[in-house]
Nanobody, 124 residues
Framework: QVQLVESGGGSVQAGGSLRLSCVAS????????MGWFRQAPGKEREFVAA????????DYAPSVKGRFTISRDNAKNTMYLQMFSLQPEDTAVYYC?????????????????WGQGTQVTVSS
């Protein structure tokens, strides 16, 4: 079992930055592929970014590529999402997730464990 807790959300103006953290407890997070998803009001949860176990491989949704950076520190059992140039359309609850599978994935159903989410609000 893996327990995930996100933090770092908040309210910023357009063009601002935030860094989200996801701390894992239970099993070592180094054994899992990890990802970030987000869900805006009235919309389905969508893929944001994913990272391989080692951190060497990453994948991003086209809407955030070049603005967001996913990283991880397995020694700290922590994953991060650095977000730059935030826009109002980035407003959502952001969730971290862990996947016990064998490849990096953007599919929500592939992830086995989820955090409770952290709210990000971007005003224009």
């Amino acid at each position: 079992q893996v327990q995930l807790v996100e933090s770092g959300g908040g309210s910023v103006q357009a063009g601002g930055s935030l860094r989200l953290s996801c701390v894992a407890s239970g099993r070592l997070v180094g054994g899992y592929y990890m990802g970030w998803f987000r869900q805006a009001p009235g919309k389905e949860r969508e893929f944001v970014a994913a990272i391989s176990r080692s951190g060497r491989n990453t994948d991003y949704a086209p809407s955030v590529k070049g603005r967001f950076t996913i990283s991880r520190d397995n020694a700290k059992n922590t994953m991060y999402l650095q977000m730059f140039s935030l826009q109002p359309e980035d407003t959502a609850v952001y969730y971290c997730a862990a996947d016990a599978g064998t490849w990096i994935t953007d599919r929500r159903d592939d992830y086995d464990y989820w955090g409770q989410g952290t709210q990000v609000t971007v005003s224009s």
